[in-house]
């Protein structure tokens, strides 16, 4: 059993930058491949970015592509999201997800979910 907690969302101009931070409780969190998604008001929940459970390989969605950072520090069982350039469209409930796998930019093999933490992108 995997729990995770998001934190570092909030609200921040156009062109800003936040740093999300998902903590997980367990002691195999470095055997889980990590992921972020996120969810804007009336639509599906999408892929953001993803790591490997080594830290070795990242995958981004292309809207994210350049301006958004996946990391991971396996002793301290936290992954990061730096979010850099942030755009209004960015507007979202932002997600951390854990699997057990090599990774993934699938939302079906992530096993456990966060609760979420909201980033409000003003312009």
């Known amino acids: 059993q995997v729990q995770l907690v998001e934190s570092g969302g909030g609200l921040v101009q156009a062109g800003g930058s936040l740093r999300l931070s998902c903590a997980a409780s367990g002691r195999t969190f470095s055997s889980y491949a990590m992921g972020w998604f996120r969810q804007a008001p009336g639509k599906e929940r999408e892929f953001v970015a993803a790591?490997?459970?080594?830290?070795?390989?990242?995958y981004y969605a292309d809207s994210v592509k350049g301006r958004f950072t996946i990391s991971r520090d396996n002793a301290k069982n936290t992954v990061y999201l730096q979010m850099n350039s942030l755009k209004p469209e960015d507007t979202a409930v932002y997600y951390c997800?854990?699997?057990?796998?090599?990774?993934?930019?699938?939302?079906?093999?992530?096993?456990?979910w966060g609760q979420g933490t909201q980033v409000t992108v003003s312009s």
């Open positions: 997800a854990a699997g057990k796998t090599v990774v993934t930019t699938q939302e079906w093999e992530y096993d456990y």
């Open positions: 790591i490997s459970w080594s830290g070795g390989s990242t």
